[in-house]
Nanobody
């Protein structure tokens, strides 16, 4: 079982930066891929970025490529999402999630992710 808690959200002006953290508990966390998703009001939840259990592979949505960076520190059971050059359209609740499988290839579909945090609000003002 993996439990996830996000933090680091807030209000920032366009062009600014935020770093989200996803702190995990559970002895198997280091073997799970982790992804960030986001959901804006009245929109479906969408994939943002993912990182494999080893940290060796990262994948990004086209909308955030070059601006966001996902990283993990398995010694701290934490995954990070560094968000730079933020835009108003990045405004959403951001969720981290852990893939249900262990040591798998990176996957971006929501159904693959069995463990979810409660979310953290990111608001970017224009």
């Amino acid at each position: 079982q993996v439990q996830l808690v996000e933090s680091g959200g807030g209000l920032v002006e366009a062009g600014g930066s935020l770093r989200l953290s996803c702190a995990a508990s559970g002895r198997t966390f280091r073997w799970h891929n982790v992804a960030w998703f986001r959901q804006a009001p009245e929109k479906e939840r969408e994939f943002v970025a993912a990182i494999t259990w080893s940290g060796g592979t990262t994948v990004y949505a086209d909308s955030v490529k070059g601006r966001f960076t996902i990283a993990r520190d398995n010694s701290k059971n934490t995954v990070y999402l560094q968000m730079n050059s933020l835009k108003p359209e990045d405004t959403a609740v951001y969720y981290c999630a852990a893939d249900g499988a262990l040591r798998s290839n990176v996957r971006v579909g929501i159904p693959f992710y069995d463990y979810w945090g409660q979310g953290t609000q990111v608001t970017v003002s224009s």
